[in-house]
């Protein structure tokens, strides 16, 4: 079946610091891949985006790029800020009955110290 | 009022409660969604309602149960809960393609507590 396997967390950093977060998918076919965060108190925004095969998206400072040959999609940023703390989700796309399906990790929680 | 609202923020309930969270996009969607995100567990999906017809139950107790009146509201109405099902309970909506970029739009979320 479909699934997103995520690095565990909680990830603490320094600010300015180089920041990785690890996911991993697995799916039939050529999945669109995604990254959302969750700052605390509120829902989930959409960070960046890839939706074939070395596409690179890239938001904020945010980075990831779609390798299909390491099943891949890890996120980075070169210098993290205090106010990039939240919690960060990968989540693949499938289609499912017609309609399109997210099918996220379980999430890797950043915290960056000043 | 701008992208997905969700009402009431907080919720705490008995076990015997009746109560209702309600959902709305100011976004000219047409699908909705329900997620269950519990402490150190991935994003459940719940429900889907396309153009108003469910089209995804995932196996969801039927203790919960959704409702959409229309393409801007979605409701999840809530009965003799059980404690394991206190959790923040996420609304989204996106625009199917074809015609939108089938990016979802979260809500807030509603805290839910039960006792």
């Known amino acids: 079946g479909n699934s997103v396997t995520q690095m565990e967390g909680p990830v603490t950093l320094s600010e300015e610091a180089f920041l990785t977060i690890n996911c991993t998918y697995t799916?039939?076919?050529?999945?669109?891949l995604f990254w959302y965060v969750q700052y605390p108190g509120e829902g989930l925004q959409l960070l960046l985006k890839?939706?074939?095969?070395?596409d690179k998206g890239s938001n904020k400072g945010f980075e990831a790029t779609y390798r299909k040959e390491t099943t891949s999609f890890h996120l980075e940023k070169g210098s993290v800020q205090v106010s990039d703390s939240a919690v960060y989700f990968c989540?693949?796309?499938?289609?499912?009955?017609?309609?399109?399906?997210?099918?996220f990790g379980a999430g890797t929680r950043l915290a960056v110290h000043p | 009022e701008t992208g997905v609202t969700q009402t009431p923020r907080h919720l705490v309930m008995g076990m015997t409660n009746k109560k209702s969270l309600k959902c709305e996009q100011h976004?000219?969607?047409?699908?909705m969604y329900w997620y269950k995100q519990s402490a150190k567990k991935p994003l459940e999906l719940m429900f889907v309602?396309?153009?108003?017809?469910?089209?995804e139950n995932n196996s969801v107790p039927s203790r919960f149960s959704p409702e959409c009146p229309n393409s801007s509201h979605l409701f999840l109405h809530l009965h003799t809960l059980q404690p394991e099902d206190s959790a923040l309970y996420l609304c989204?909506?996106?625009?199917?393609?074809?015609?939108?970029?089938?990016?979802?739009?979260f809500g807030p979320g509603t805290r839910l507590t039960v006792l």
């Open positions: 890839a939706t074939k095969a070395d």
């Open positions: 309602y396309s153009l108003e017809e469910r089209v």
């Open positions: 976004l000219g969607h047409n699908a």
């Open positions: 989204a909506s996106s625009q199917e393609p074809p015609g939108g970029s089938d990016e979802q739009f």
């Open positions: 799916a039939t076919g050529y999945p669109s």
């Open positions: 989540a693949l796309r499938t289609k499912s009955g017609g309609y399109n399906k997210l099918i």
